[in-house]
């Protein structure tokens, strides 16, 4: 599984509450939620992203509540994957049952800056950027099985018939 796109960099600690913040969680339309994802820390966020991006960030990226609209707001808003050097747990479940990749890559945010274009394999994880190859953590498993159906449900609703 091959996704690329152009990268969209942020810092350390990036909590669910700058991802999707909670003034918006009682609506579940997917185009309303991104429409206000990263607001707080990017106004333009959603302009950017709706192109098809990379998001690169720093440590415990997807920290603080277990809110499953952080991980909708962004795959809805055009993020195709997430890297980052660490990711809160429930976060990174999250974001797998929504169809979302997400590479784990210690120092991430020194070998990839804002802009650049990166080419990720989601299955060996390894990201390709500037001529370079960066070895990452990538997802096997069912965890992949549900990625490549498309999230949970679609995955479900495939090895159920």
Known sequence: MIVEGTVLKYGDKIDTDIIIPARHLKYTDPAYLAQHAMEPLDPEFYK???????????????????????AIALKAAGVKAVIAESFARIFYRNCINNGLPLIVLPNVTKEINE???????????????NGRTLKGKGITGMALEILKSGGIMDYLKKVSV
């Open 48 to 70: 950017k992203a709706s192109k098809g991006v990379i998001v690169v960030a720093g440590k415990v990226f997807g920290m603080g509540s277990s809110r499953e609209q952080a």
């Open 115 to 129: 802009g650049d274009f990166v080419k990720v394999n989601v299955e060996t994880g390894e990201v390709t950027v």
